[in-house]
């Protein structure tokens, strides 16, 4: 592996979580080879989480995830290269699918009494789950669309992410909106540019911080649908809404 390539991983890596860590697949994969990929990711990264590892579809090449991420690696460890496996029959992302599979994973270990939540009107047919920052005015577009999804059956739950970084006035605005008596009435206040009382408590700000950067997060809003899909960004209710529905 080439500095450059080594140190992508490095970076890649060094966000992830160490106590989060994740079952290997029961696929039929030597326990040798588990071994031998487990170990070479402890000499890029000591303390490294324990890798799901599959086979991929190319023989000899080994699906590696870590969390969200997504490398792969050969058998005898030597080997990684971290980019997109193309299905060129049927022009599908390979690597994008065992992606959004891993974000699923990632985020079935947030505990959801950490966020705040808008419930779905009635049956709720999806969830999704936004990083958001109270200062952000693309942020505060997306919230005013929340009652739309509502009643389309979409529960939306905010995990925070103050880009300014910790102990900026972002961030405590944010804190403030999780101490509050009733979270979900701070932060559409805190969305509609109203006064929110500064409060104080153990809250998991911070916690969400680390997990944005555990998830690839770099914008905001940030959307992760319920199939582990990622948006990147700002979408239209209704466009939202139809792309959940597909």
Known sequence: MNGLKKSLLVVALTGLCSGM?????????????KNVIQQQLQKIIPNAPQANIEASVVPGLY????GPLVIY?????????????????????LTDMAKAKARNNAMAKVP??????YPAKGEQKHVVTVFS?????????????????????????YMAYPRSGVDTPSYFKAVSAWCADDPAKAMDDAMAGKSVPKKQ????????????????????PN???????????????KELIQLLDR
């Not at 290997?24 to 040798?32: L, V, Y």
């Not at 699906?63 to 870590?66: D, G, L, Q």
């Not at 505060?140 to 999804?149: C, V, W, Y």
């Open 21 to 33: 860590a994740f079952a290997a697949n029961e696929a039929e994969i030597s326990p040798d080879v």
């Open 63 to 66: 699906e590696v995830a870590v």
């Open 133 to 157: 920052d109270i200062d952000c005015p693309y942020c505060h577009k997306l919230h005013k669309e929340i009652p739309a999804m509502n009643e389309a059956g979409i529960t939306v739950r």
């Open 201 to 220: 408590c153990e809250n998991p700000v911070a916690m969400h911080m680390q997990q944005a950067q555990y998830f690839g997060v770099n914008g905001t």
């Open 112 to 117: 959801e009494s950490s966020m705040i939540l």
């Open 73 to 93: 690696m050969s058998e005898d460890g030597k080997y990684a290269f971290n980019g997109s496996l193309i299905n060129l029959d049927t022009r599908e992302n």
């Open 223 to 237: 959307i992760i649908l319920d199939n582990g899909n990622m948006i990147p960004g700002y979408v239209p209710a």
